[in-house]
T-cell receptor
């Protein structure tokens, strides 16, 4: 069964304190791994797509990496505006299978 | 460009009533997806359409749920009769292709069934 597990469930950081979020997956025939950001009361907002092991993508303070079994979202020197829930999803067929997310809180 | 538009943003109704959620996808996107988000189960796919045709409705929880896409710019998700356990946030998303393209989400409808 295709499955996505994200850890930790919640993460509290001080501004400037770098860390990583984990997304472990089990899927037959990975077509892509997607990272989304979700703010309260909003829909998920697309961040990155990764297609193959070894691939990396960067956007501002965020960097996503992919191995054959997991993906990491590295947050470098986070700011309070980076506070959100980060969702990971894998695509095997057409559907996206989402993890339950990591809720990040960054305090100044 | 306008994103995915959903209405209403909030809906509160009593058990047994019919509920209709609406979605306007991004113009030019061939795929439309309906998801439900709860604290317990996270985001779950309910049904998706390709070129207005339902392709996979295996995620629809019961016969009380139905979805239609009468044209490329409009879709509805209907619950009849509604039950308290249907309370959740319902999202619509669209994408230009089925694979390798990100899905773009609306801001959802928060549904509360009393």
């Amino acid at each position: 069964e295709d499955q996505v597990t994200q850890s930790p469930e919640a993460l509290r950081l001080q501004e400037g304190e770098s860390s990583s979020l984990n997304c472990s997956y089990t899927v037959s025939g990975l077509r892509g791994l997607f990272w989304y950001r979700q703010d309260p009361g909003k829909g998920p907002e697309f961040l990155f797509t990764l297609y193959s092991a070894g691939e990396e993508k960067e956007k501002e303070r965020l960097k996503a990496t992919l191995t054959k079994k997991e993906s990491f979202l590295h947050i470098t020197a986070p700011k309070p505006e980076d506070s959100a829930t980060y969702l990971c999803a894998v695509q095997a067929g057409t559907a996206l299978i989402f993890g339950k997310g990591t809720t990040l809180s960054v305090s100044s | 460009d306008a994103g995915v538009i959903q209405s209403p943003r909030h809906e509160v109704t009593e058990m047994g009533q019919e509920v209709t959620l609406r979605c306007k996808p991004i113009s030019g996107h061939d795929y439309l997806f309906w998801y439900r988000q709860t604290m317990m189960r996270g985001l779950e796919l309910l049904i998706y359409f390709n070129n207005n045709v339902p392709i996979d409705d295996s995620g629809m929880p019961e016969d009380r749920f139905s979805a239609k896409m009468p044209n490329a710019s409009f879709s509805t998700l209907k619950i009849q009769p509604s039950e308290p356990r249907d309370s959740a946030v319902y999202f619509c998303a669209s994408s230009p292709a089925s694979v390798n393209q990100p899905q773009h989400f609306g801001d959802g409808t928060r549904l509360s069934i009393l």
